[in-house]
């Protein structure tokens, strides 16, 4: 079995995840060599100055000629032109993977380009913050998280195998389901709530008869963890958007349709469907709460240990 060690890895995109990357595959010996590109002149500076690599180039081809694994980390947007860049330089029998929040349109933009003697194995580590760039990222991001894998039907289930030995080594847990499945998934519990909080955000900024400083000033808890998330890079949820836009818009369909059962519950006085609903939503959250309390409940494991609840008993 594999122990997740490539003798060189090159990270194309050294923002949060990439840096995270770097961090973590450093501090558990997972490279002999680790190569970073990214297109700034200036982020690449910034990586080199923290020590990020061993290598460095705004070059992504010369980056992969020599890794035996190859992480994309950038904008889901970019990956199509990323794939084309690295594709004639990749060394055979090299597994290229990504983290894009998106896996359907990933796949669609980089397969075509890659040659049949790369393993393409798509990945997306269920693991961030509102930050980006390469100041960002941290060597635990990853600890006791998801990461998820979309392989394709043709894809050789020993470089899976290599692949997640490596993540595993990162400290997450592996899963794997088809694109689709993924990106439907990932559009209700990620994607939807990014955009609300950008727009609850965006309502508040916009309100002329609340002044913005009160918006500060009195920002109770719940809009300030709105906030976070409205905080995220603009960049990186543009694509999301764009690149998940079916699953995107199914859920918020569904989204609209219970917020205006919702609305008609306040404006008909109805105080049992009011109450029945957050009952119902307390219970979910009682039940995220006790799964992430089990030693492999990998999500909001890290948090609840740094963060227990308060008062909130088992339903
Ligand atoms: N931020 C988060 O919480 C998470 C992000 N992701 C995914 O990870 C990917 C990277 O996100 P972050 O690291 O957060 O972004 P970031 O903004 O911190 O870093 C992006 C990096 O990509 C580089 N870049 C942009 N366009 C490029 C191009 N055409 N060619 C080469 N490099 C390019 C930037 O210079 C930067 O180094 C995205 O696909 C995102 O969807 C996945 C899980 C969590
Ligand atoms: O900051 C947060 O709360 C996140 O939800 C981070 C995140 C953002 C995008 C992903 O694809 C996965 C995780």
Redesign the pocket.
């Known amino acids: 079995m594999s122990d997740g060690h490539f003798p060189t890895i090159a990270l ?8 995270s990357l770097a961090r973590v595959v450093r501090r558990e010996g997972l490279a002999d060599r680790i190569v970073v ?4 002149a200036d ?1 690449l500076k910034r990586a080199e100055e923290l020590g990020l690599g061993d290598a460095y180039t705004t070059d ?1 081809a010369e980056a992969v000629q020599d890794a035996d694994l190859v992480i994309v ?4 947007g ?2 199509g ?2 794939a084309r ?1 690295i594709a004639p330089a990749l060394k055979a029998g090299a597994i290229v993977s ?5 896996k359907a349109s990933v796949i669609a933009q980089m397969a075509p380009e890659l040659p049949d003697t790369v393993h393409f194995i798509p990945g ?11 100041d ?2 941290f060597a635990e991001l990853f600890e006791n998280r998801w990461c998820i894998f979309t392989p394709l039907p043709e894809t050789d289930p020993a470089a899976l195998e290599k692949l997640s030995a490596f993540w595993r080594a990162c400290g997450a847990n592996i899963d794997t389901m088809d694109p689709e499945h993924h990106d439907k998934v990932l559009a209700i519990v990620s994607h939807l709530p990014h955009i609300i909080a950008y727009n609850i955000v965006g309502t508040a900024d916009d309100l002329q008869t609340v002044t913005k400083s009160e918006v500060i000033k009195y920002s109770a808890s719940g809009f300030r963890d709105f906030t976070r998330l409205a905080a ?2 603009p ?2 949820w543009r ?2 958007c764009l690149y998940n836009r079916e699953a995107i818009l199914e859920m918020l369909a569904r989204f609209s349709e219970d917020l205006f059962f919702l609305q008609r519950a306040i404006r008909w006085g109805d105080g049992e469907k009011l109450f029945d609903l957050f009952s119902r939503t307390r219970d979910v959250r009682r039940s995220i709460i006790e799964a992430g309390q089990e030693v492999n409940a990998p999500d909001f494991g890290r948090q609840v240990a740094a963060h227990p609840e308060k008062g909130s008993k088992p339903a």
């Open positions: 194309i995109g050294i923002g949060l995840i990439g840096s590109s990214t297109r700034s982020t992504a980390s950038v904008p889901v970019a990956s032109d990323v860049t990504d983290v894009g929040s998106t997306h580590p269920l693991a961030g913050t509102e930050k980006s760039g390469p960002s990222g995220s890079d960049t990186m694509d999301v």
